[in-house]
């Protein structure tokens, strides 16, 4: 991942992430559709096309997990409503939002249905509304599920 990626976290992620990276671009994730659009919007004046995205997994997590792809249940989306197709496409191809092939699946919300789910998943906090939003505009996304914050911190390479 480039050196300059931004950085999207869970809110209780950002002050550490500030103090191990300064000077770079930290951004917690919102719980607001609104605020969302608009953060991600803001990170169009920057030069950078790269993002690291860190959910924070809901239940007990073991190890960090890298995520290939995400299940937006809250029946909310970033791209409803008026859309500035200068920005990029209505309808994003969404196959490949993240850079891993391997991985497990972040979900966001809930759904019965869950429990028959095949693939390996897990319950996230946020940040699947921001994920769209930034493969809206193009961004290329790295994600990871955060167990152990100290343990992503000492084995990244940015």
Same mark, same amino acid.
């Given at each position: 991942?480039?050196?300059?990626?931004?950085?999207?976290?869970? @809110?209780?992620?950002?002050?550490?992430?500030?103090?191990?990276?300064?000077?770079?671009?930290?951004?917690? &994730? !919102?719980?607001?559709?609104?605020?969302?659009?608009?953060?991600?919007?803001?990170?169009?004046s920057?030069?950078?096309?790269?993002?690291?995205?860190?959910?924070?997994?809901?239940?007990?997590?073991?190890?960090?997990?890298?995520?290939?792809?995400?299940?937006?249940?809250?029946?909310?989306? @970033?791209?409803?409503? @008026?859309?500035?197709? !200068?920005?990029?496409?209505?309808?994003?191809?969404?196959? !490949?939002? &993240?850079?891993?092939?391997?991985?497990?699946?972040?979900?966001?919300?809930e759904?019965?249905?869950?429990?028959?789910?095949k693939?390996p998943?897990?319950?996230?906090?946020?940040?699947?509304?921001?994920?769209?939003?930034?493969?809206?505009?193009? &961004?290329?996304?790295?994600?990871?599920?955060?167990?152990?914050?100290?343990?992503?911190?000492?084995?990244?390479?940015?």
């Amino acid at each position: 991942m480039n050196q300059n990626a931004l950085i999207f976290c869970a @809110p209780d992620f950002r002050k550490r992430l500030e103090q191990a990276f300064p000077g770079r671009i930290v951004v917690s &994730y !919102s719980n607001d559709i609104a605020v969302c659009r608009k953060q991600v919007a803001a990170l169009d004046s920057q030069n950078v096309r790269q993002v690291l995205l860190l959910f924070k997994g809901i239940h007990h997590m073991v190890s960090n997990q890298s995520v290939r792809d995400h299940i937006n249940l809250t029946r909310q989306n @970033p791209l409803i409503g @008026p859309v500035d197709l !200068s920005k990029g496409p209505r309808f994003p191809d969404m196959s !490949s939002v &993240y850079e891993e092939n391997d991985g497990v699946i972040a979900v966001l919300g809930e759904d019965e249905d869950l429990k028959n789910f095949k693939e390996p998943w897990a319950h996230v906090t946020g940040g699947v509304w921001e994920a769209i939003a930034l493969k809206h505009r193009s &961004y290329t996304i790295d994600a990871w599920i955060i167990a152990d914050l100290e343990k992503w911190i000492s084995s990244i390479n940015i």
